[in-house]
């Protein structure tokens, strides 16, 4: 409820004016005459008006007497001082006001929808999302627009009601009615020939979410393809947020576009708030600010599944790099003893993850896409997978290690057997320091390659730092075998020439990166897309089909 307390200027009379929905605004009205007369038939217009999917409220007033209003004045004032639990006691002193009032009427206003919600919550109900509609309109306006905006459909889905009636939250008859009604919606969901969509108001959705009940109903709640809670507080629709969040552990996106949805918004994981004619609040509030409901689709589907691919990518080529680095390392204290002595040269083991390899997983996390946006846009099955954490799930991460174990293995004994020879030419002797630098320079190239083999997307950045990376990394030998002496530093002097003028250099680095691209990842790749093809991989294939 909202209420108001006015002074005539005129005839210096004070009257309380609140406007509220009826199930709330009814048990504060006077038992008088007045309202006994008025209540039938505003009763039966508030009941054609939310069948038509208006949204309905009463407005009712109430004189008050100047001492009243001094007396009730010093009290509110007194509960805006509290320093604990101030809200609760300045509602309790509201309340205090707000009885015996009297009917003044009733109002109906049409809420239509934006463009495009019905095919956006098609889209996510296809996706097998469960969507929510959490409203404290009437229960027959709740339906009325549920049914409007898609999200169930009358004449072919389960559509049953929890509904208590006049009975209290807190009796056992409530319990006892609410768990038939569970039994009922339980009994739909076995049958499984049609979609599911319970409805459920404040009163009954407070004897659900307590024992004995609780349970039971977050286990159905799970299981039917959507919900209607209507007649719902803004607490207690931030209460409905919380509990399935903590119940479940599942992520709960709410998404509203009025200063009675912020605490719900604040509430979920993700929360989105739309600009609209109802103000900023739930924008402000929000984690993203959208100007239409249409735009949750490109929001969850296009920019969260990028940033997921984007996220994921860039991580699991770190990782890959890395792996390679520290293995070849460690396969080669076996042969050094475990004495500390490093393979490589300092400065290239400084700037392996410095400058040489850090660009591209960076921008691969900046500019990757798997997938077209239409393709995305259009496909709702390619969605539920990424709650599932696809791309970064056991298999993927497992998938890469294995990889860069396989890729250590495949640089470093194919090397070692050269690397033993002692050979560089017919009069020049192979150093450590040397055979350092063919390693690091086939790591290096391998995993540029390999980087470069899973970008789907191309873009001119994509293309400058993965290919400058391995020019920067020749420009950076050139310039540091120039140096004679470097901190007292000898061994790499002229190096990089001694190496480059021996077939050898260019033959190792490039049997290493086509044989380990060739051998392992393209055989994979090429596997997995003829024997066992993903969504990912059937949507881009159709895609290019259409494009073609």
Not at 427 to 448: E, P, Q, R
């Amino acid at each position: 409820m909202m209420s108001i307390i006015v002074k005539d200027p005129t005839t210096k009379r004070i009257f309380l004016y609140t406007k509220g929905a009826d199930s709330f605004v009814m048990p504060h009205l006077a038992k008088d005459a007045h309202n006994n007369k008025f209540l039938p038939p505003v009763n039966e217009s508030l009941k054609d008006m939310a069948q038509s999917g208006l949204r309905t409220l009463l407005v009712c007033k109430k004189e008050v007497t100047e001492a009243q209003f001094e007396a009730w004045f010093a009290r509110f004032i007194e509960a805006g001082k509290t320093l604990t639990n101030r809200s609760e006691a300045v509602d309790k002193i509201c309340l205090e006001m707000e009885h015996d009032m009297a009917l003044v009427g009733a109002t109906a206003i049409e809420d239509r929808l934006q463009d495009q919600v019905p095919d956006t919550l098609r889209f996510f109900l296809d996706a097998g999302v469960i969507v929510w509609m959490l409203t404290g309109d009437k229960r027959e306006t709740a339906v009325t627009i549920a049914a409007t905006s898609s999200l169930t459909d009358p004449m072919n889905d389960y559509v049953e009601h929890i509904d208590i009636g006049d009975l209290a939250s807190d009796s056992a008859e409530a319990v006892v009615k609410c768990k038939a009604q569970l039994e009922v919606i339980n009994g739909c969901i076995t049958k499984g020939d049609k979609k599911v969509t319970f409805v459920v108001d404040g009163p009954a959705l407070m004897v659900c979410m307590k024992p004995p009940l609780k349970d039971e109903f977050i286990r159905l709640s799970q299981l039917v393809n959507s919900a209607v809670c209507c007649r719902l507080t803004p607490l207690q629709k931030a209460s409905v947020v919380n509990m399935f969040q903590v119940t479940t552990g599942l992520t709960a996106l709410a998404i509203g576009d009025g200063a009675n949805d912020v605490s719900m918004i604040q509430e979920g994981k993700v929360g989105v708030g739309i600009v609209g004619l109802e103000g900023a609040q739930a924008a402000l509030a929000a984690d993203y600010a959208i100007p239409r409901f249409k735009h949750l689709k490109r929001l969850c589907c296009v920019h969260g599944r990028y940033a997921l691919v984007r996220n994921a990518i860039c991580i699991l080529v770190s990782f890959y790099k890395n792996i390679m680095l520290s293995l070849t390392q460690f396969y080669f204290a076996f042969w050094a003893g475990f004495s500390g002595m490093t393979l490589m040269n300092g400065w290239l083991l400084t700037f392996y993850n410095l400058a040489f390899t850090s660009l591209p997983p960076l921008f691969l996390g900046i500019f990757e896409k798997d997938l077209e946006e239409d393709a995305i846009m259009s496909n709702a099955k390619l969605y539920p997978p990424l709650a599932d954490g696809a791309y970064f799930d056991t298999f993927t991460i497992a998938r890469w290690f294995i990889e860069a174990i396989l890729h250590s293995i495949f640089i470093f004994f194919i090397l070692f057997q050269w690397g033993l020879q002692l050979d560089l030419q017919e009069k020049h002797n192979m150093d450590i320091a040397t055979y350092g630098t063919v390693m690091c320079s086939c790591l290096i190239f391998l995993s540029l390659t390999k980087m470069a083999l899973h970008v789907r997307y191309w873009v001119v950045q994509t293309f400058v730092v993965i290919f400058g990376s391995a020019l920067f990394y020749a420009l950076f030998l050139f310039a540091y075998s120039l140096i004679p002496n470097l901190f007292g530093d000898t061994s790499f002097y002229w190096s990089i020439f001694d190496l480059m003028s021996d077939p050898k250099f260019w033959f190792f680095n490039i049997l290493i990166v086509a044989g380990a691209i060739i051998t392992v990842d393209m055989s994979i790749i090429f596997i997995q897309k003829n024997r066992f093809p993903t969504l990912r991989d059937e949507a881009q294939a159709k895609h290019s089909q259409l494009v073609e």
